[in-house]
């Protein structure tokens, strides 16, 4: 069965003229250095977490793999040159694949090097779940945070096949083989099947945020997958304090250039 659970319950708007935050690098002094799989200022690898979150390479427009940012973490963590490492995020969500996985090794590299999430605008979804597993999280006054749920999206199109004279035979071995195929009608069965793959995942993501963020996991299940923009999200646990990004990030250059 191949089920289709993204993180995707927030409309995305892809600019490609808008000018990244980490476009706009020159401002917080230091050469960039370009042998480094990541941008590098001043002692702090800046690893972007952009665009679509993906598992593997789709179709989407600017999509981001786990596999790149989990790359570039594990280069950060073994570099000496390194002091910290900033996640810039502006991402409304992705895959399920892979997401889990990645939240994992983050928190596991946070106990080695101080680890920051920047919210640049947003970091719902999968996006969200990668953030809380930092040790801190900051977010713009108008960023958004949260849509902790899971969203699986099964289409029918029986009706319509019908309707154009097409008429299909559907040869199977396994009673739940064609659940998620949309030739075949979604039988009640097939439904709670679903759901319950659905509910799996969403509680082991509920799950995740109340430990990384150290909260109740029914405050967290609470939330109804709902997103919190600046202080709000700050107020809901899910941030610890309203900051521009440029002023975030170059506090914490500022803060491991100290060190």
Same mark, same amino acid.
């Given at each position: ?101 990645? !939240?994992?090794?983050?928190? =596991? /590299? ?6 920051? @999430? #920047?919210?640049?605008?947003? %970091? ?94 029914? !405050?967290?299940?609470?939330? =109804? /997958? ?6 709000? @999200? #700050?107020?809901?646990?899910? %941030? ?20």
């Amino acid at each position: 069965m191949d089920i289709n659970a993204s993180f995707l319950n927030r409309p995305l708007f892809l600019d490609p003229s808008r000018v990244s935050l980490l476009e706009r690098k020159a401002s917080f002094g230091g050469k960039m250095v370009e042998s480094k799989p990541f941008e590098f200022i001043r002692g702090v690898a800046i690893i972007p977490v952009a665009g679509v979150l993906c598992h593997d390479y789709y179709n989407y427009f600017g999509e981001t793999l786990y596999s790149n940012i989990g790359n570039s973490l594990f280069a950060a963590i073994e570099d000496p040159d390194v002091a910290g490492i900033a996640l810039v995020f502006n991402s409304g969500g992705g895959d399920v694949s892979g997401c889990f996985d990645l !939240t994992a090794k983050i928190a =596991e /590299a946070r106990e080695v090097k101080p680890i920051v @999430a #920047v919210l640049d605008d947003v %970091a719902y979804s999968a996006a969200y779940c990668l953030a809380c597993a930092t040790s801190m999280i900051t977010i713009p006054a108008t960023g958004g945070a949260g849509s902790i749920g899971v969203i699986a999206l099964r289409m029918d199109m029986t009706g319509a096949m019908s309707k154009a004279g097409v008429e299909i035979t559907t040869i199977k071995f396994g009673e739940m083989k064609d659940d998620s195929y949309p030739t075949s009608p979604l039988s009640k069965e097939g439904k709670k099947r679903l759901q319950a793959d659905v509910d799996t995942l969403g509680e082991a993501f509920c799950e995740i945020v109340a430990r990384n963020r150290d909260m109740d996991v029914d !405050t967290v299940r609470g939330f =109804e /997958a709902g997103t919190f923009l600046g202080e709000k @999200a #700050v107020s809901a646990g899910l %941030a610890d304090m309203v900051m521009n990004p440029e002023d975030a990030l170059r506090s914490f250059i500022d803060e491991m250039e100290s060190i």
